[in-house]
Structures are given as structure tokens and as C-alpha cells.
């Protein structure tokens, strides 16, 4: 089990131009999230997989951001045409059912794509 | 829907002294909560949750919280800070119906000083 893994740990790039980010949730883990978080926020939520099936997207996630999961193991989030107002830390979690008493999905958090649109 | 609160943006405190960082939270139907703690440059890291059961709950390097239902509160406290404590925390809501996405709150730092 080496965790959450996403790449690369930070992009820069000019306005305009697309960027694709990659999350590798740790191994077997069935759902997986994205959140952007900005300076001074907490985590806000985009969407979420349940094995390759996105089962719910925030309205943060306008149509220039599209997320995949194409075989249910990583994750890419990719920004269309970005804008000054990307500019954030794109963070990635993974869960899994738990198997004793309590049915909650504590997500376990990769480092963070840190992005600066300039 | 729920929203998460955390009125205090920064708690400075002294090494060895006792802190409590605050959490509220309102919602329509039932949550579990959590607390996180990010370091720079760093995801979240788990320190402990609330899913039911015993109110007071302990989590990992010496933290625990009380859930209190009657007045939607999840506070965080720790008897003796370390220099090492020093980073942000998040309080969260999740609802246990779905157990899916995570509702934060905007965080507050902890500065432990000398």
C-alpha cells in the first residue's frame, strides 16, 4: 500500500492552454475523489468515481473541467482553456467500503497537484 | 446540504499549553465528522473521526474531540502542544447516508511557539 499518488506535483502554464492531471488511488480502493482547494480555503469538492461510473459532479466543475476513470484504477482531471481563476491545489482521495461496524469511507488524500495559470 | 464552521482562521499557543480548536457544523440529516491536519506542501492527513458511538473520540499524535449533538459542535482539543503541531486543520462533514463527498470547513492554523 503506497498511498494516494498524483502527477506532477505542480504545473505552471499560461492562460489558455490545457493541462491534465493524473491521480493513482491506492490499489483496490473503488471510489475516488477530487477536491480543489485555494489559498486560505478548505477542500472543496468537483466529483467522484465509484469504480469507472462518475456518480456526482459539484457545479464548481464547469465544462471546461472533465474528469475520467477509464478502467476504475486512476483518475485524470483535465482543464480546458484555463483561466487565472484555476489557479489552485488540486487534491485527490480514495476510499473504500470498510469491512467492520460503520460504513463510512474515510478517504485517504494524495499530495496535491499544486497549478498557477499565469 | 450541510456547511461546516470554523471561526477560528489562526490559534497561536505556546509549547506545552492546551488548545482547543472549534467546529460547528449544520446539516439536515445525519453526518459523520472528521478532523484533518495538512502540513505545507502536503495532502490531509486523518487525525480522527466521529461515526458513532462513544462521544469523545481519540485520534493519532495525542488529539481528540467530543461530539455534541445538541449543539452541533466537534471540537478538537490537545492537552500539550508540540512545536511539530504547528499546520492547518480542517474540520469535516460527511453525510452517512451516501458516506460520499467530504464537506470542509475553511480551516484554521495552529502556531506553536517557544
Known amino acids: 500500500d503506497t498511498g494516494v499518488s498524483q502527477n506532477p506535483r505542480h504545473k505552471i502554464t499560461k492562460r489558455g492552454q490545457n493541462v491534465t492531471f493524473r491521480c493513482d488511488p491506492i490499489?483496490?480502493?473503488?471510489?475516488l475523489y477530487w477536491y480543489r482547494q485555494t489559498l486560505g480555503q478548505g477542500p472543496e469538492f468537483l466529483t467522484y468515481?465509484?469504480?469507472?461510473?462518475?456518480?456526482?459532479k459539484s457545479r464548481l466543475l464547469s465544462d471546461r473541467f472533465s474528469a475520467e476513470r477509464p478502467k476504475g484504477s486512476f483518475s485524470t482531471l483535465e482543464i480546458q482553456r484555463t483561466e487565472q481563476g484555476d489557479s489552485a491545489m488540486y487534491l485527490c482521495?480514495?476510499?473504500?467500503?470498510?469491512?467492520?461496524?460503520?460504513?463510512?469511507?474515510?478517504?485517504?488524500f494524495g499530495p496535491g497537484t499544486r497549478l498557477t495559470v499565469t | 446540504a450541510q456547511s461546516v464552521t470554523q471561526l477560528d482562521s489562526q490559534v497561536p499557543v505556546f509549547e506545552e499549553a492546551p488548545v482547543e480548536l472549534r467546529c460547528n457544523y449544520s446539516?439536515?440529516?445525519?453526518?459523520?465528522l472528521f478532523w484533518y491536519v495538512q502540513y505545507p506542501n502536503q495532502g490531509l492527513q486523518l487525525l480522527l473521526k466521529?461515526?458513532?458511538?462513544?462521544?469523545l473520540v481519540k485520534g493519532i499524535n495525542g488529539f481528540e474531540a467530543e461530539f455534541n449533538k445538541s449543539q452541533t459542535s466537534f471540537h478538537l482539543r490537545k492537552p500539550s502542544v508540540h512545536i511539530s503541531d504547528t499546520a492547518e486543520y480542517f474540520c469535516?462533514?460527511?453525510?452517512?447516508?451516501?458516506?460520499?463527498?467530504?464537506?470542509f470547513g475553511t480551516g484554521t492554523r495552529l502556531q506553536v511557539t517557544l
Open positions: 482521495a480514495s476510499s473504500s467500503p470498510r469491512r467492520e461496524q460503520g460504513s463510512s469511507y474515510e478517504q485517504y
Open positions: 490499489s483496490e480502493h473503488n471510489r
Open positions: 468515481f465509484q469504480n469507472e461510473a462518475q456518480l456526482e
Open positions: 446539516s439536515s440529516v445525519s453526518v459523520y
Open positions: 466521529y461515526l458513532s458511538g462513544s462521544t
Open positions: 469535516a462533514a460527511q453525510n452517512t447516508g451516501t458516506a460520499s463527498k467530504l464537506t
